[in-house]
């Protein structure tokens, strides 16, 4: 049995099958270590003697220190890994300089739209201001098929990360008309998300439940409209346009300890492969960016691009440690754990490989849309359907999902990718994951094919072709209010 060996440096490597005692298995970089206990598949194993108190690495990186003695090809997780050395942040300076950069195609065929960038879907949306308005949406969705209905939990408050949020999904540049459907009593009003996708010269049209006279008249009345709007837009067709007009987002969900080594490493590519055409990818999920923060602020553009990395990512450190005491180093999901996951420092120098190795070029809150092309860092929770929400009103067009232990979840508007990180996933989940990166952990591909093959899909899927999660309509969306949320 071969182990995976992330970096050289690395005195864990992590394991392909379960390892009975007695097994023999063999290092990609030469050596041979026996099996000391039985460790699940996807797991740690020692691969040298650790003495209380010596800092475990991954990725080259610390990821926490054994709390007991680890006798080589023992098992390594959360009964005998702790706390890790806090990085000095004191020295860090920005260095800006980008990885090389993989070659890719230089345009796509999209949706032209007005005003702002071109869509790689044309979709009509049908957006409830309120959460008591998703009802006749839903109505006027099941009437008008061609629609989409961006049902959500949102009240009638209009706070601003809400109001940015569906300013967001009005806007969007795969929206290619909008009809907001109101109550009449809210504060976030279905004429003001029409009028503002007018303003971005898309076709658009509201009303209120109350004031037409209720839910069977206004079902009545949206679904009139819908169709008027679908008649509208519906013969557009797909013109050329630069890949730089492209804003990629990369998230994960269910991860596993191969995620880092294979699926995220590959979406990195895609992600440097649109912003070296002078596109934008979008990085999310703050709490999952705890323990990387030496290594974000040295990716910055610049000084102060540096110092706002540092500030995110240390300040919700700070807020996990408050909210959680002792557990602020497991704010990590069960199923993470169970695929081998130890810390959330192990989790986070996985995660953050998908934004690729671009600089960093700012840092923005959640739902907002980026100002600076490049890689940009944006303000989310690490639950995946919140951080999707953010990622799609923050104008992402598409989006690249990473997972070891299995996520059907899709999104509306943006086409979302599932990137499967160990080819026993892809197989079992054959029906939800798109692509296997698994196959680089079998020795069948390397980073560089396997990024290619990862670039002409993402293409495919932007000219039109469907992602198992839109085939198996999958599209759910979560909008996170509080800077709480985790």
């Not at 006279?213 to 837009?233: H, N, P, V, Y």
């Amino acid at each position: 049995m071969t182990l995976i060996h992330a970096h050289a440096k690395d005195n864990v490597a992590v394991t392909l099958s379960e390892l009975e005692p007695g097994e023999v298995a063999v290092l990609p970089r030469g050596g041979e270590i026996t099996i000391r206990e039985r460790i699940p598949a996807s797991h740690k194993v020692a691969v040298a003697d650790l003495a209380p108190g010596e800092t475990v690495f991954k990725y080259g990186q610390p990821i926490g220190c054994a709390t007991a003695a680890v006798v080589q090809g023992s098992w390594v997780h959360t009964h005998n890994l702790g706390t890790p050395p806090e990085p000095n942040l004191e020295d860090i300076r920005p260095s800006g300089a980008p990885g090389p950069s993989p070659h890719g195609p230089e345009t796509f065929l999209g949706y032209t739209r007005p005003i702002g960038p071109p869509g790689i879907r044309n979709q009509l949306l049908v957006l409830p201001s309120v959460s008591c308005a998703d009802g006749v949406a839903r109505a006027i969705g099941r009437a008008v098929p061609q629609a989409v209905v961006l049902e959500h939990t949102l009240s009638c408050a209009p706070l601003p990360r809400a109001v940015r949020s569906l300013i967001g999904c009005a806007t969007h540049p795969n929206v290619g008309a909008v009809l907001a459907v109101g109550l009449g009593c809210e504060g976030i009003k279905a004429e003001m998300l029409a009028r503002e996708a007018d303003k971005v010269g898309k076709p658009a049209a509201f009303f209120e439940i109350q004031s037409v006279g209720g839910s069977r008249k206004a079902t009545r009345q949206g679904i009139d409209l819908a169709r008027s709007l679908w008649e509208a837009m519906a013969e557009q067709k797909r013109e050329r346009h630069p890949i730089g007009a492209l804003t990629v987002g990369v998230e994960c969900g269910g991860s596993d300890a191969l995620s880092g080594v294979t699926a995220n490493p590959v979406v990195g590519c895609v992600a440097d492969w649109v912003v070296s055409q002078g596109g934008t990818a979008i990085l999310s999920e703050t709490t999952e960016m705890i323990g990387t923060v030496h290594l974000l602020m040295r990716q910055a553009a610049d000084a102060a691009v540096c110092e706002q990395v540092r500030k995110l990512i240390t300040d919700k450190e700070a807020e996990t440690r408050r909210r959680l005491g002792p557990l602020a180093l497991h704010v990590i999901a069960p199923g993470n754990m169970e695929g081998g996951l130890s810390t959330i420092m192990e989790k986070s120098l996985g995660c953050v490989l998908k934004g690729g190795t671009a600089p960093i070029q700012e840092v923005i809150p959640y739902a907002q849309k980026p100002t600076r092309k490049g890689l940009v860092l944006m303000d989310t929770p690490g639950y995946d359907v919140e951080s999707l929400g953010g990622l799609v009103a923050g104008g992402c067009q598409i989006i690249l999902f990473t997972t070891g232990r299995g996520s059907p979840v899709g999104s509306f508007l943006a086409p979302v990718i599932k990137v499967a990180s160990n080819s026993s996933l892809f197989a079992r989940m054959a029906d939800d994951m798109d692509f296997n990166a698994g196959e680089m952990a079998d020795g069948h591909e390397t980073l560089d094919s396997l990024g290619r093959k990862l670039i002409d899909l993402t293409l495919a899927v932007i000219q039109g072709k469907q992602t198992l999660s839109e085939e198996n309509e999958q599209e759910v969306i979560g909008f996170a209010m509080t800077a709480e949320a985790f």
